[in-house]
């Protein structure tokens, strides 16, 4: 409440009637402006939640508003794109499987490893501490087309280094052809992408602990390893879960990068599918709705379920100082 | 289910050796100080484990366990050696040396993962772009980013034209754009008459009634004529004409000419001395100059129709017309009187977040459907039918370009405004209270603490929201993939990339990344002294 007037004020003034019911409507006048605005911003959703139950011949024959006064549902679509393999393609659960094993050790991974670097970066010293953590919090506006192309080749041909002054090429890194075009390398990847940001809010969140609970524990005799998985990881749970729910989100939704480095019709992930069935156009036409809603099921109960940790992350990330 | 398991078993591995390698490193960091070589010895053997790893992958060490293992034997003993040869110079100070390992055991994993996933391949990135042939291995070259900035396919650099900058100045968006810097230029003096006081004030006030008078008809045609130019179809009867007519006539562009010259020398005037200021803080003038300003950039991206110039239109106006939304929509909550209405409707124009851009972009196609014949099913064409209007295909006609790229950038805009809400909502809650209430004593209005009090305050967020949206917005790729794939003019950088990498041509798609990055990169710079400022 930062630039109303006082309700209180406009109630107890002693106004004439009609003026107060001026002031009334006035006053509720912004709630019935906001009621609007999410009415306008969740129909297109509502609309696609609808069309998902309606029988193929009505989604072409009428707009979807009308089954609101002439209901006729049906689960043949949910029924049909999940369990269904027909024309080549694969049943939407199998996708949805593909997914949740891009996500969740995409999510896992660099939690752990963000978490560990943050520590440091927050209550050591070190040369060139600084001039690191700047660098790695300047990566988070890197865009990730700038490393789309080396990093295919890394996983096909490996690194090697030839040696300055010498014609002696040293195979530093071996091709990983074993993980190429797998999920694996998909969130090898996500990981690599996801470290800037999950490090820069890990260390605002710990840098924010209080130091005299660390210095105790220090004089107490307690080694860094120790304060990090007793102290620190419990306390920075918080942080932990924001990013968390951020990175689930993020390589959930993902579609370029697994557009990239999977293989045509391995592991495929939901947005990948639903994009190949978009593309199929006319016969299926009622399925992509249901494919839709399935790819948005998780996403929207991890959001509703976890909304608070989510906008935790959202306003540690951008809002600062 | 298999593939699952077998996945989530091999993470599981992954993580637990990975854990074992850290806590290992950390109990063998506390053996410094009483068994110094040994720990030595053991740092030894990791290297020569590498070492190991390598020479034998080049094949100058038996291949397989065997190299690797030779390697690490190898590093055993050269750092046995070492520590015992160390021990006694170093006597006691061998714990600090320990401890000066131990944050690299700590950040040394996340270095890896950003040197090898990210910096290296950024390098290589910037590489690759400036050599030639097809997948960049051949010599030095700028071949790439001449296909990207001169080259002529069919006539004309699809990548990046200026060949009708001229359309720019005759274009309705240009005119209605001077026209809302002239109105500004006059609001602005007036406003800062006003606080001059005396029997200027009056002048001024008359002024801006006049001006405001004279040009809200003029303005009214302009937008008239914008949305009729929107919505109507090639070579349909346009019902709002005669306004059109009036806003596109050489008359009106050279009285928003004047107008908008006016301005300039005014204000270049006021900064010189105090005797004719303006004050562009006033609410309405600097409205104005948004407005001037996103119109005189929609006129130039709309009319040049290039990837690289689509890519800035993109940025314009979704992180632009996002804040402007944004910011509306967390002045609005902030009113609600009730908090449970305001957590609610915040969640719901936020939801779209948590949906992939993909997802959005069936919801949108849905919207935006045109059947053949019959009842319209897309909610926009059955709208249009209902008020009879013709019906369109948004984002697939021809006809429609160069709107075709507005209508994709509602889906961004649809996504992004709940994240520019959420941070300024939080932005101005946190606004405190005493500097309200001292405005208040001092008399100010609701519109003039909002403007010079609630605004100044969250200046800072409202560029951090900005910034933001431009590092997403500039690499927009999935929805204009699975909306038009490109077509019909509305192809971006991110998509140009994408093709030329599933095409093969690796240098060019590099080129096309490292423009990308360039035009982040001030926004990058920006974030990295706001860093080490916070640092110091």
Redesign the interface.
Known sequence: ?????K?ESILGSPLEPTGLRMKRFL??L??W???L??VV?????L??FV?SFRPVDE???????TALWRPDFTLDNYNDILFKTTGGRDALWESF??S??IA??AT??PV???A??A???AW???RF??W???G?????????????????R?FRDGASWTLPLTDIT?????SLSAVQGT??SVW??H???G??LA?FLLHNFMSTLPKDIIEAARIDGA???VI?YRLILPLSRPALAAFAVFQF?WT?????VA??FLQPGQ?TP??IA??NL?GERGSNFQL??S??FV??SL??L???SL?KH??RG??AG???? | MEQILSVLISVGIGAVLALVLFVGFNVLLEQAATRWPWFVAAVGAMVGLVFGAIMQHNGWFPAGLVGILLGGVLGLGVGFLLGVVSAKSLGRDATQIAEKFRPWVFIGPALLFVTVGLVGPAISTMIISFRGGKSGDEGVTLDNYRTIFTDKIAGTNQFFNVDNIGDVFTSRLFIAGLLFCGVAGILARASAMRFVGGSTARTGSLLSRLGIGALVAVVVAMIAGLIEGIVREPNESAIFDVLTVIVSSPVTLFIAAILAALTLVASFIGRRSDAFELDWGSPTASLLVVGAVILLLFSFLSTMQAVVWNNLWWVASVAGLSTVFGLLLAILADRTRNNRVEVTAKAMIFMPMAISMVGAAVIWDFMYEKQPSGDQTGLFNALLQAMGFETRGFFINASMIPWNNIWIMVIMIWIQTGFAMVILSAAIKGVPDELLEAARVDGATETQMFWRVVIPQIKSTIVVVVTTLVIIVMKVFDLVKATTGGANRTNVLANEMFDNLSGGRFALSSAFAVVIFALVLPIMVINVNRTRKELA
């Open positions: 409440m930062a630039v109303t007037s309700p006053g509720a912004p709630t402006v906001l009621w605005v999410v911003w969740t129909i297109p959703t609309g696609l069309s989604i072409q024959k009428s707009g979807w508003w499987l593909n949740l094993a969740v050790p896992v991974i752990l490893v963000a560990f670097a520590y440091a970066f050591m010293d070190f501490k600084n690191i953590f700047v790695i919090v300047s990566l988070m506006a890197l865009p990730n087309q700038m490393a789309f192309v080396p990093l295919l890394l040293l195979k530093i890194i071996p999920s694996v090898l990847v990981t690599a992408f470290l800037p490090i080694s860094h390893f990090f989100l959930w939704n993902d579609y370029l557009l990239i592991d939901l947005t639903l994009v978009v992509r709705f494919a839709a790819s948005m996403p929207l991890v959001f509703f909304q989510f906008v959202l306003l951008s809002v600062k100082g």
